[in-house]
């Protein structure tokens, strides 16, 4: 009903209020590398502190669902009377936080219960991705594609009149239409160095492209891309599962990168490709990008796409937005080429969006994101 920024880092902390975080590990994927970094935020700001970790989407039983809400019901139980916050990491295909926390609002008036939706619209998108139809996916898509209305209204059953927060304006704009009782609010995608990085114009003459393989993500594009790109430009892949793709000559595949490895995979590139597309025949998503994210971070130019939520960046300076609106897939890549082989001569062109980019990453930084997030829960616990 409500949708707005989650306002600027606050003097106080959540005191006196307990704050149960659900989400993701680690080793998880993206959404699990993004709810590490999130809790480590939290932890020096919120005293009383939990969290309740689960694997990867698809992995869970009916039982371990089970187990892991009433694991969140004792700790809600336990708070001796004081406001809890539960706060869960939603994202597509992972049922792993989102049945544990439904319904939980309903224990008690100052249990104020939000997410955070990685794909947005969907809140999880298959409702009933346990480990029996993850293991038998034909199946899965069997109940779950000719049965999306109802997904959806499941979903807006669960959603009900919480605090949603979404990492683009097309994402808040797309929770809106699909939950209109709850309240939503934009929170960038925090972004932190990882360590200092070489100025773009002075890197080497390459281009890169970035990210865990899977449908959607452009990597099928590779050789294309390579045919269209003058000789002289090297393209350097980094990801995990990029180690599985074909070998091609002037295309540099180095797998998986840790993160402490991120300022010299991106000192060695002088902007970031990210031909992004269709992923998914449920309909589209507009999900926050953590590819484009470690780019800002380490501050190098993106070219990309207008899929999802990309296109909003075109207003920002350092993101070239190659439209893909009335181009054929072949002409998108072509013009991705081209404006990547431009930007990488222009060494004014680079500097330019570098210094856009050093904007980007301070109304970024960690602390003004998890700021927004405390105060938001702290006027959500007071209007209860």
Same mark, same amino acid.
């Given at each position: 009903?409500?949708?707005? @920024?989650?306002?600027?880092? *606050?003097?106080?902390?959540?005191?006196? /209020? !307990?704050?149960?975080?659900? %989400?993701?590990?680690?080793?998880?994927?993206?959404?699990?590398?993004?709810?590490?970094?999130?809790?480590?935020?939290?932890?020096?700001?919120?005293?009383?502190?939990?969290?309740?970790?689960?694997?990867? @989407?698809?992995?869970?039983?009916?039982?371990?669902?089970?187990?892991?809400?009433?694991?969140?019901?004792? $700790?809600?139980?336990?708070?001796?009377?004081?406001?809890?916050?539960?706060?869960?990491?939603?994202?597509?295909?992972?049922?792993?936080?989102?049945?544990?926390?439904?319904?939980?609002?309903?224990?008690?008036?100052?249990?104020?219960?939000?997410?955070?939706?990685?794909?947005?619209?969907?809140?999880?998108?298959? @409702?009933?991705?346990?480990?029996? $139809?993850?293991?038998?996916?034909?199946?899965?898509? +069997?109940?779950?594609?000719? $049965?999306?209305?109802?997904?959806?209204?499941?979903?807006?059953?669960?959603?009900?009149?919480?605090?949603?927060?979404?990492?683009?304006?097309?994402?808040?704009?797309?929770?809106?239409?699909?939950?209109?009782?709850?309240? /939503?609010?934009?929170?960038?995608?925090?972004?932190?160095?990882?360590?200092?990085?070489?100025s773009a114009p002075d890197r080497p003459k390459a281009?890169?492209?970035?990210?865990?393989?899977?449908?959607?993500?452009?990597?099928?594009?590779?050789?294309?891309?390579? *045919?269209?790109?003058?000789?002289?430009?090297?393209? !350097? #892949?980094?990801?995990?599962?990029?180690?599985?793709?074909?070998?091609?000559? *002037?295309?540099? #595949?180095?797998?998986?990168?840790?993160?402490?490895?991120?300022? %010299?995979?991106?000192?060695? #590139?002088?902007?970031?490709?990210?031909?992004?597309?269709?992923?998914?025949?449920?309909?589209?998503?507009?999900?926050?990008?953590?590819? /484009?994210?470690?780019?800002?971070?380490?501050?190098?130019?993106?070219?990309?796409?207008?899929?999802?939520?990309?296109?909003?960046?075109?207003?920002?300076?350092?993101?070239?937005?190659?439209?893909?609106?009335?181009?054929?897939?072949?002409?998108?890549?072509?013009?991705? +080429?081209?404006?990547?082989?431009?930007?990488?001569?222009?060494?004014?062109?680079?500097?330019?969006?570098?210094?856009?980019?050093?904007?980007?990453?301070?109304?970024?930084?960690?602390?003004?994101?998890?700021? *927004?997030? $405390?105060?938001?829960?702290?006027?959500?616990?007071?209007?209860?």
């Amino acid at each position: 009903m409500a949708a707005g @920024p989650v306002g600027k880092p *606050g003097a106080t902390d959540l005191d006196g /209020v !307990r704050l149960i975080y659900v %989400a993701a590990e680690r080793a998880a994927g993206g959404v699990g590398a993004y709810s590490e970094v999130f809790a480590g935020m939290l932890r020096p700001r919120v005293a009383d502190f939990h969290e309740v970790r689960h694997p990867r @989407p698809g992995t869970d039983t009916v039982a371990e669902l089970r187990a892991r809400r009433r694991a969140i019901i004792e $700790l809600i139980d336990t708070a001796d009377g004081r406001p809890v916050v539960v706060h869960g990491e939603f994202s597509g295909g992972s049922v792993e936080s989102f049945w544990p926390t439904a319904g939980l609002e309903r224990r008690r008036r100052d249990v104020l219960v939000s997410a955070t939706v990685h794909d947005p619209p969907g809140l999880v998108w298959w @409702p009933g991705r346990v480990a029996f $139809l993850e293991q038998r996916k034909l199946l899965n898509h +069997a109940v779950h594609f000719p $049965l999306r209305t109802l997904s959806r209204a499941v979903e807006r059953r669960v959603a009900g009149s919480r605090t949603l927060f979404a990492m683009s304006d097309a994402g808040v704009r797309s929770l809106l239409r699909a939950y209109p009782d709850t309240t /939503v609010r934009h929170a960038h995608m925090p972004v932190w160095s990882r360590g200092e990085v070489v100025s773009a114009p002075d890197r080497p003459k390459a281009v890169g492209l970035f990210g865990l393989v899977y449908r959607g993500k452009g990597f099928e594009h590779v050789e294309r891309l390579r *045919g269209l790109l003058p000789d002289d430009i090297v393209i !350097r #892949i980094a990801g995990r599962g990029t180690e599985a793709l074909p070998a091609i000559d *002037g295309v540099e #595949i180095l797998g998986g990168v840790d993160d402490a490895d991120l300022p %010299a995979y991106f000192s060695s #590139i002088r902007a970031l490709i990210v031909p992004y597309g269709a992923r998914s025949p449920y309909g589209e998503a507009f999900p926050g990008s953590s590819v /484009v994210t470690d780019a800002i971070a380490h501050l190098t130019p993106v070219v990309c796409t207008g899929h999802g939520a990309l296109g909003e960046l075109r207003a920002e300076g350092g993101v070239r937005v190659v439209d893909d609106d009335g181009r054929t897939e072949d002409e998108t890549v072509g013009e991705l +080429a081209k404006a990547a082989a431009d930007l990488v001569e222009s060494r004014d062109r680079l500097s330019e969006m570098a210094e856009a980019l050093k904007a980007m990453r301070e109304v970024r930084e960690p602390d003004e994101v998890v700021g *927004g997030y $405390l105060e938001t829960w702290a006027r959500s616990l007071c209007r209860a």
